[in-house]
Nanobody
Framework: QVQLVESGGGLVQAGGSLRLSCGAS????????MGWFRQAPGKEREFVAA????????PYADSVKGRFTISRDIAKITVYLEMNNLKPEDTASYFC???????????????WGQGTQVTVSS
């Protein structure tokens, strides 16, 4: 089994910053990409950002482009999401995911974490 554990969520004022981390462990034989998704109350889960395991491809949702930065540490099998200039509409539970098969990095992830809450006050 694969375990993903997120950390770093919290309460921040609009304009502030947070850094999310997600560590992966378990039976990981290969990784194609890791990504972040979020889900606000009453809304569907949406793609935020992803990074190919080689690190060369980093797609972002338009709503976070220029404010969020995704990175990864291969040795630690950890992915980070640096979130700057946070807005109230960024409030959501943020989920880390790992994808082992080739395909769109915006969907079809096999493994998921439990999520970490990010709340941005106005």
């Amino acid at each position: 089994q694969v375990q993903l554990v997120e950390s770093g969520g919290g309460l921040v004022q609009a304009g502030g910053s947070l850094r999310l981390s997600c560590g992966a462990s378990g039976r990981i034989f290969s990784a194609y990409a890791m990504g972040w998704f979020r889900q606000a109350p009453g809304k569907e889960r949406e793609f935020v950002a992803a990074i190919s395991w080689g690190g060369g491809v980093t797609p972002y949702a338009d709503s976070v482009k220029g404010r969020f930065t995704i990175s990864r540490d291969i040795a630690k099998i950890t992915v980070y999401l640096e979130m700057n200039n946070l807005k109230p509409e960024d409030t959501a539970s943020y989920f880390c995911a790992l994808k082992t098969h080739v395909g769109s990095m915006r969907e079809n992830y096999e493994h998921w974490g439990q999520g970490t809450q990010v709340t941005v006050s106005s």
